[in-house]
C-alpha cells in the first residue's frame, strides 16, 4: 500500500470522462455486487455466510434469499448510477469548463448512495443495510462483538474497509472540495483538502480499527487461558501499514530542509516498510487466514496437495493456487514504481483509480477464501492454532 502522489497539473482526460465523486460511487456500487456474488458462489457450494456471521435466517420460504436481496439493492444503486453517468456525459461532452461546473450531479448520487443505506425503507434488503449500519457504528470505533453476536462478520468487514481506505479518502477529498470556495468536486482532485494531514489519517483508520480489534481479541483469549500470542502478530501486522502512509505522506510534501533526509533516502526507506507490510500481509493471508499449509513443513503431505489443506470446498486446487498467485501480485502494486518505464503510472488519476479498484477485487476474492477457511474451522472443530476462533466452541455447540 502507498499514498496517493501529485497528481497531473491540469484536468486530465481520465477526469473529464470520471470525475472523482464518480469513481468513488462506481467503486461502492461495485463493492456491493461484489458481496452479492461472495453470497451466492458461497451458498452454491453449501456454505452458509448467514450463519457464520450470525444474521438472522430467513422466515419463511418466499422471502428472496440473502444474496437476491444484495443482487436488488445493487441493481437500485445501479440504475440512478447509469443514468446520472450518461446524463453527465450528455451535458459536458468532454469539455473541462462544463465538468467543472456539473459538478452538482454526482454528488447528488452520493447524497443518494448515503441515503440509500441510511434510510429504513423496504424495497431492498433493509434488514441487511440496518445490520450493516449496526455493525459499521460498532467496528467504527474499534470495537467487536462477541462469537454469538457476530464476530466474524466484525471482522469481515473491518478487513473490507482496510480495502477501502484509499477510496474513503477519495471520498473526503470530493465531498471537501464541494464545500469548498473556489474549486470544483470534479475538477482536479487536491488530495491536500482540508490539511496535508487529513487523507492520510482517513487512510489509516481501517488499520487502526483492526489492530484495535486484535489488542480485544488477545485480551479475550489471555482471560480464556488460552494461546494469545497470534492476535498480538496480528495487530503488528496492521501496525506496520501506519509507516507506509506516514512515509507516503511525507514524500508527497517532501521539504529537504526539514526532513534531514534525501528524497532519496526518504523513499528507500519508504520501500522497505512497504515491502515488510506487503511480505507480512502475504503471509497472513495464506497461513493463518486461509489455513493454507505453503509456508508449513507440512506443505508436502499425501493428505492434500502441495502448499494447500485436506478439506477445501472449492472445486479445484487450481483455485486455490492462482488465488495465492493473484494475492501475491496485488499486493506488490507498489513494485510498479521500481519501473523506469511504469514509475509515474501512480501519478496519473486513472492509475490511481486502477489501483483501488484492483485492491477492492483482491479483496472480493480473499473473502472467498477467507469465508470457506472458516466454515471448514467450524465444521471440523476448532484447532489449537485457530486464529479466530479456537478459543471458542464449535460452531453448532453455540
Keep these: 500500500m502507498d499514498g496517493d502522489p501529485a497528481v497531473e497539473p491540469e484536468l486530465d482526460s481520465f477526469t473529464l470522462f470520471l470525475p472523482l465523486p464518480y469513481r468513488v460511487a462506481l467503486i461502492i456500487v461495485l463493492g456491493v455486487w461484489a458481496w452479492g456474488a461472495n453470497l451466492h458462489y458461497l451458498h452454491l457450494i453449501k456454505i452458509d455466510v448467514p450463519a457464520l456471521i450470525r444474521y438472522p435466517p430467513r422466515s419463511s420460504t418466499t422471502q428472496p434469499t440473502h444474496y437476491l436481496s444484495c443482487y436488488r439493492l445493487a441493481t437500485i444503486l445501479s440504475i ?45 434488503s433493509s434488514s441487511g443495510r440496518t445490520r450493516f449500519l449496526t455493525t459499521l457504528k460498532r467496528i467504527s470505533v474499534g470495537g467487536l462483538a462477541e462469537t454469538q453476536d457476530g464476530k466474524f462478520g466484525d471482522i469481515l468487514m473491518a478487513d473490507a474497509l482496510t480495502s477501502y481506505a484509499k477510496v474513503l479518502g477519495d471520498l473526503y477529498v470530493a465531498i471537501c472540495m464541494f464545500f469548498s470556495h473556489g474549486v470544483s468536486s470534479t475538477g482536479k482532485p487536491d488530495r491536500t483538502c482540508g490539511a496535508a494531514f487529513a487523507v492520510p489519517v482517513i487512510l489509516a483508520i481501517p488499520s487502526a480499527i483492526r489492530l484495535r480489534q486484535c489488542l480485544i481479541e488477545y485480551g479475550r483469549v489471555r482471560r ?154 467450524n465444521t471440523r472443530g476448532p484447532m489449537p492454532d485457530d486464529i479466530l476462533l479456537g478459543e471458542f466452541p464449535k460452531f453448532d455447540e453455540d
Excluded at 459536458?92 to 441515503?115: C, D
Excluded at 517532501?254 to 519508504?270: I, N, P, V
Design 80 to 124: 440512478p448510477l447509469g443514468c446520472s453517468l450518461l446524463l453527465f456525459w450528455a451535458i459536458t461532452q468532454g469539455h473541462a469548463q462544463s465538468v467543472l461546473e456539473w459538478e452538482l450531479l454526482p454528488n447528488i448520487y452520493l447524497l443518494f448512495l448515503v441515503l440509500a443505506f441510511a434510510l429504513p425503507f423496504s424495497v431492498a
Design 224 to 377: 480464556a487461558g488460552g494461546r494469545a500470542g497470534v492476535h498480538l502478530a496480528n495487530a503488528l501486522k496492521y501496525s506496520s501499514a501506519f509507516p507506509v502512509i506516514i512515509l507516503s505522506a511525507l514524500q508527497r510534501g517532501y521539504d529537504g530542509h526539514k526532513m534531514g533526509m534525501s528524497e532519496a533516502g526518504l523513499f528507500r526507506l519508504w520501500l522497505f516498510f512497504v515491502f515488510l507490510n506487503s511480505a507480512y500481509s502475504f503471509y497472513w493471508d495464506v497461513a493463518k487466514d486461509w489455513d493454507l499449509s505453503l509456508f508449513s513443513a507440512q506443505r508436502s503431505n499425501l493428505e492434500h496437495p502441495w502448499g494447500l489443506r485436506r478439506q477445501r470446498y472449492f472445486h479445484s486446487k487450481q483455485i486455490y493456487y492462482a488465488v495465492v498467485v493473484m494475492d501475491f501480485f496485488l499486493r506488490c502494486t507498489w513494485s510498479i514504481k521500481l519501473s523506469p518505464h511504469l514509475d509515474h503510472f501512480n501519478d496519473l488519476e486513472g492509475g490511481i483509480f486502477l489501483m483501488e479498484a484492483l485492491e477492492v477485487f483482491r479483496r472480493w476474492v480473499w473473502v472467498f477464501l477467507r469465508v470457506e477457511t472458516e466454515w471448514v474451522r
